[in-house]
């Protein structure tokens, strides 16, 4: 027995033909076509005119596929990733979207960080919305590679390990979006994937302003915004178009991702693979590097290389705690950039040939 996001009461089939029992499943949403002054006057304030479409884009998918109920009509979902100033009001979008989708939310941000948290997840389970908000920073590498990964999963794939108290673990289709809520700081930005080509197309990251429409008492913004939700949800599935522009290149997720130019840039500053690279051309090539050739050696002999550098050997240190942590950067950076970073594998063990930048 289990309640299930995005499954309507009843038993539900495994591919193994194992039953399940959904005893609580989706909630009833009204809909109904009347005004939404309130909540189109915000999502234009906090988005703005090249932004609006992607947010609104992100909602209509995410209300079509929960409204069918049925696990093989939903696709693949981007990372909304909210950044602004302190204040901006990125939350109260999350507690509106929440209430869009009919109530229902968890923080998998713990589960996230972790390769296998092992912890029970009912929560995550039930919860169409996944929400994560004033996170703590995650300086450790390791952990935002797994991190990175992990949010990637997520996004993509329907399935999750359900662990409920007392029970087995059991592999079991559930619906969810992502959102996260960040300040635009450099700790706070630690909470984004890390930026490959992998992970690019799997990441709706908006900037997000102040909304001026929110002062006064918050529970009264709450219901005003609350007795628009009808509404709102008539506008999205009835009259809303995602643009023609959108939909290229996004048929898996219902239309193409998109990063901020602005926020991309705090995201590289943050980058740890882009910080390795650099330090690669300090240590590596420091000077003539038109005509160096490349540089050879194992994961190890690099490391050392690096980390036993007079100059910015201590830098190294900082991000490579392991010679495992410099082999999975190089392969980071080999999938950036295949002719620069070259493998063979002579008596089964890796030889990296690296070319300067």
Known sequence: ????????????????????????????????PVRIENTMGLLSAVFGKDQLHYALSWLKVALEDYRTGNPDAWRSSHLLCLVGERGAGKSFFQTLFTELMGGGEANPHDMLKAKDAGKFNQDLANAPHWRMEDCEPISKL????????????????????AHAKGRDKIQLPTFRRITISLNNEPDALTNLPVLTDSIRDKLLVLKYAKAETLGGDYSANIARFRSEMAAFRHY?????????????????????????????????????????DEILGLVLFPKNREEAGPVKGTATQIHQMLTGDQTYGALARQILPSSTACGNFLRVLQRESPNRFLTTRPKGTTHWAISPP
């Open 236 to 276: 999205l599935l009835n009259d809303f178009k995602i643009p023609r522009e959108l939909l290229e290149g996004g048929e898996r997720m219902g239309f193409r991702h998109y990063v901020n130019p602005e926020i991309e840039e705090l995201m590289e500053d943050t980058n740890p693979a882009k910080k390795f």
């Open 142 to 161: 390791s952990l935002r590679a797994a991190y990175s990964e992990n949010v990637k999963h997520h996004c993509v794939t329907k399935m999750l390990n």
């Open 1 to 32: 027995m289990f309640n299930l996001s995005g499954h309507r009461p009843g038993i539900y089939r495994t591919r193994e033909g194992k039953a399940v029992l959904v005893p609580d499943g989706m909630r009833d949403m009204e809909v109904a």
